[in-house]
């Protein structure tokens, strides 16, 4: 069993730490350096691999300084259109990586970046900036089907699988899903007891599958009650999921809760 610590970095980002009682240790898209650092120090821990899940700077930029300190390998896309500094094993779909005396499956999930990967295993869904608590991320590099394309592949874990993603989105991603479904008790559930958390200034995550199924906006394209709230947002008939995705994810990208405007 891990010990699953996310550390926080820069604005909003987690570096996600799995360790063992015998103080080896992995991280999950090392956007700083010095965090992670101070975390194996003060934890006694020895870093053994690294992880990435996409090139974005807020994901790699302390990949460099932690090979400087540490010999180990760093497992990262072989597809994406930038090189992932210090890369020592490129993966693609499918492959495993073995890490902390476990397996650790590939998964290729295109459209957030072209590259981007996501790591499952031990029940755990390492995500990156694909599927959020409650959301997803922005489709920079691909095209919106391929995006809900992606997310259709994660969804399809089992329901128990925790979700380990790359920020702390959660609080913002459950207002734009109550707007989508304001009926929806399970949203209003999750965000009371996401805004505690919060207030007590503790992480929302990990979130498991299960709980994105019932409150995630983008994992529920099908349901009709949030094709229909995509409908009315877009002003016309939406005639396939993907249509229904690419409409949310449009009106997440400008939306603004009530509060703040």
């Given at each position: 069993m891990f010990s699953l610590t996310p550390i926080p970095a820069l604005a909003d980002n987690y570096v996600w730490t799995l360790s063992r009682e015998d103080g080896d240790a992995v991280v999950v898209d090392p956007g700083e350096a010095e965090p992670v650092l101070e975390h194996l120090r003060t934890h006694g821990l020895r870093l053994t691999a690294i992880l990435?899940?996409?090139?974005?700077?807020?994901?790699?930029?302390?990949?460099?300084?932690?090979?400087?300190?540490?010999?180990?390998p760093v497992f990262a896309s072989a597809n994406e259109?930038?090189?992932?500094?210090?890369?020592?094993?490129?993966?693609?779909?499918?492959?495993?990586?073995?890490?902390?005396?476990?397996?650790?499956?590939?998964?290729?999930?295109p459209g957030h970046t072209l590259g981007h990967v996501?790591?499952?295993?031990?029940?755990?869904?390492?995500?990156?900036?694909?599927?959020?608590?409650?959301?997803?991320?922005?489709?920079?590099?691909?095209?919106p089907g391929q995006m809900l394309a992606s997310l259709d592949r994660l969804?399809?874990?089992?329901?128990?699988?925790?979700?380990?993603?790359g920020h702390e989105y959660?609080?913002?991603?459950?207002?734009?899903?109550?707007?989508?479904?304001?009926?929806?008790?399970?949203?209003?559930a999750y965000t009371e007891k996401v805004r505690r958390l919060r207030e007590q200034s503790k992480p929302s995550l990990p979130s498991d599958l299960k709980t994105e199924h019932?409150?995630?906006?983008?994992?529920?394209?099908?349901?009709?009650?949030?094709?229909r709230s995509a409908e009315q947002h877009a002003g016309t008939t939406l005639s396939s999921p993907a249509e229904v995705f690419a409409v949310l994810?449009?009106?997440?990208?400008?939306?603004?809760?009530?509060?703040s405007r």
């Open positions: 990435v899940t996409h090139h974005h700077w807020d994901h790699t930029n302390g990949v460099r300084a932690l090979r400087e300190r540490f010999d180990v259109r930038a090189p992932i500094t210090g890369t020592t094993h490129p993966l693609n779909d499918g492959d495993e990586v073995p890490v902390l005396g476990e397996t650790f499956r590939v998964i290729a999930i996501a790591y499952y295993g031990a029940g755990l869904l390492l995500s990156g900036d694909t599927l959020f608590s409650a959301g997803c991320g922005r489709v920079f590099e691909g095209e969804a399809d874990l089992p329901d128990d699988t925790r979700l380990l993603c959660t609080l913002a991603n459950l207002a734009f899903a109550q707007a989508v479904e304001p009926d929806n008790e399970e949203i209003r019932a409150v995630n906006p983008f994992l529920r394209c099908r349901v009709a009650a949030v094709a994810r449009e009106w997440k990208n400008n939306f603004r809760p009530a509060s």
